[in-house]
């Protein structure tokens, strides 16, 4: 079975958050549920973790099976997510080097996987 990671797409008027890992890769935040943990808790958590961001409200979007390095595949769950607008300030974790908000209607960025891409055109 692949490991299971719940990713947030996170709108606001400069466009959807999209964080830099250490392969370069732009991405979206969020990660793997804890032990007990649901996607949605999991989601909040790791959004607050590595952005600093407090997330209201989620709403699914969609799930998809991706190659996320070569010969590793994660099944990767979008949410919609809605975060307090008192706490737009980022303050980014040790696991990402940089952030961005990238316009939707404009062209996709160079190291910006098409999966991601794809999934916040949906959402």
Known sequence: MEPISAKAILHSPRGV??????????????GRPEAGENLEDALVREVQEECGLDVTATVYVGSRSCEILPGKRVLLVFFRCEFAAGNAELSLSEEHTAYRWVDMAGQRPDHLPEFYWQACQAG
């Open 17 to 30: 958050l999209f964080v830099k890992n250490p392969r370069g890769e732009w991405e979206l935040p969020g």
